[in-house]
């Protein structure tokens, strides 16, 4: 049973392009999970998706960030005009339901923005 | 009043010791206290975790300790191996969501032979 699978491990951008990061949760999870992780910090909350709805976007940037989660295919963050204060390590989590402990993490994308 | 404070940020155990991490919090709806491991190059993986209606929860050589009225969390690695060097982080959520999750600052963590 394949873990949450991320892709791309690593993505350079230079400022103003687009970022688009993948999740594919695991086998039998249909909700998902971003989080950000600065140098030296923290993973901080992003997004909560189910299949097709964003139930909490509560830490997502007002502009340029958006995420889904469509009823097929992996979920997708997606940054617009990157700055380079978006450089990051981006982790996706996926769970059965959210009142399961069972919460596994992805290995991360690293976005630099040059 | 949403944020959880981990300390100490490093630390340096011989093999075989205690090593021991702190975590204070002060939103005292929060009612699930994960911990997570995680080694450079990969996420987050859960450990052991913890709810409020217990004092202490062990796992092995990992053990949570819980003071609900200090409001504090503390993870306790027994015999402590070269192979437990990593980076660690408390967290803590509420209403039942055990995904969306307030983490830590972590604590990097050194086994030394």
């Known amino acids: 049973n394949a873990g949450v699978m991320q892709n791309p491990r690593h993505l350079v951008r230079r400022r103003g392009q687009e970022a688009r990061l993948r999740c594919s949760p695991m086998?039998?999870?249909?909700?998902v999970y971003w989080y950000r992780q600065l140098p030296e910090e923290g993973l901080k909350f992003m997004v909560y998706?189910?299949?097709?709805?964003?139930?909490?976007e509560s830490g997502m940037p007002k502009e340029r960030f958006s995420a889904e989660f469509p009823k097929e295919g992996p979920s997708i963050l997606r940054i617009q005009q990157v700055v380079r204060g978006d450089s990051a390590a981006y982790f996706c989590?996926?769970?059965?339901?959210?009142?399961?402990?069972?919460?596994?993490f992805g290995s991360g994308t690293q976005l630099s923005v040059l | 009043q949403q944020q959880v404070k981990q300390s100490p940020q490093s630390l340096i155990v011989q093999k075989g010791g205690i090593s021991i991490i702190n975590c204070a919090y002060e939103?005292?709806?929060?009612?699930?206290f994960p911990w997570y491991q995680q080694f450079p190059g990969k996420g987050p993986a859960l450990l052991i975790a913890?709810?409020?209606?217990?004092s202490e929860k062990k796992e092995g050589r990992f053990t949570i300790s819980f003071n609900k009225s200090a409001k504090q969390f503390s993870l306790h690695i027994m015999d402590s191996q070269p192979g437990d060097s990593a980076t660690y982080f408390c967290?803590?959520?509420?209403?039942?969501?055990?995904?969306?999750?307030?983490f830590g600052q972590g604590t990097t963590l050194q086994v030394k032979p």
């Open positions: 967290a803590a959520s509420k209403g039942g969501n055990t995904g969306k999750l307030i």
């Open positions: 086998k039998g999870h249909s909700h």
């Open positions: 998706l189910q299949k097709e709805n964003i139930i909490d």
């Open positions: 989590a996926s769970s059965p339901e959210p009142l399961n402990e069972k919460l596994f």
């Open positions: 939103n005292t709806a929060f009612d699930y």
């Open positions: 913890i709810r409020p209606d217990v």
